[in-house]
């Protein structure tokens, strides 16, 4: 598969526009699907997590780092999937991550 790369050259202001309206966009879907109770494309953050699983953040970190909570990073902020969670859940998922 041939793939070309293509070099633009934009300036720091354009970057950050572009940047900015992206976050925007993914941030206004996240909103719009909390907003209208879409559980497929709902993110929760770490201390959701925590709290529904009953763990610390530690553990949380630990678990991410394991692979065996997958994390999103938005706008600086560590999310996780509603959904993937709770597949996470319904496939054994038990306290410390042991099946």
């Known amino acids: 598969m041939d793939r070309k790369n293509t070099i633009l ?4 202001e354009e970057l950050r526009n572009i940047i ?14 909390k907003q209208n109770g879409d ?8 201390a959701e997590v925590c709290e529904k ?3 610390s953040l530690g553990t949380f970190h630990n678990l ?3 692979g065996k909570i ?8 560590t999310l996780v999937v509603a959904s993937d969670l709770d597949s996470l859940v319904a ?3 038990q306290k410390y991550g042991r099946a």
């Open 9 to 12: 050259q934009v300036t720091e």
């Open 20 to 33: 900015a309206e992206e976050v925007g966009k993914a941030v206004a879907s996240i909103y719009t699907a």
């Open 64 to 66: 991410a780092k394991q």
């Open 91 to 93: 496939d054994g998922f």
């Open 70 to 77: 997958k994390t999103s990073k938005i706008g600086g902020r």
């Open 53 to 55: 699983l009953h763990i």
């Open 39 to 46: 559980e497929s494309n709902q993110y929760l953050t770490r």
